[in-house]
């Protein structure tokens, strides 16, 4: 059974950091392409940030570039993404997907509030 397990969201201030957890199972994930998406209230669900299979790659939206960082641990299944500066455009869910050729799995997200 294919599961993603997003945590790691919150409550967090304008300029603060967070760091979200991707917990894979059911599936070879180290063969697997994660991304990160996210989706604000009234819009779309936009991608953030992705990383090949080995790590060695890496793919950021112009909205995050410098501000969030994509890692993974394929020993452990999980992807990470770090989210540093925060500001209130940040605000969404947050998603994590699995993708490999027409193979692709979600997870449920994690909702992620930037707020004074």
């Known amino acids: 059974q294919v599961q993603l397990v997003e945590s790691g969201g919150g409550l967090v201030q304008p300029g603060g950091s967070l760091r979200l957890s991707c917990a894979a199972s059911?599936?070879?994930?180290?063969?697997?392409?994660m991304s990160w998406y996210r989706q604000a209230p009234g819009k779309e669900r936009e991608l953030v940030a992705t990383?090949?299979?080995?790590?060695?790659?890496?793919n950021y939206a112009d909205s995050v570039k410098g501000r969030f960082t994509i890692s993974r641990n394929n020993g452990q299944n999980t992807v990470y993404l770090q989210m540093n500066s925060l500001n209130f455009e940040d605000t969404a869910v947050y998603y994590c997907?699995?993708?490999?050729?027409?193979?692709?799995?979600w997870g449920k997200g994690t909702l992620v509030t930037v707020s004074s």
């Open positions: 997907k699995a993708q490999r050729y027409s193979m692709g799995y």
């Open positions: 059911g599936f070879m994930f180290s063969t697997y392409v």
């Open positions: 990383i090949s299979s080995t790590g060695g790659g890496t």
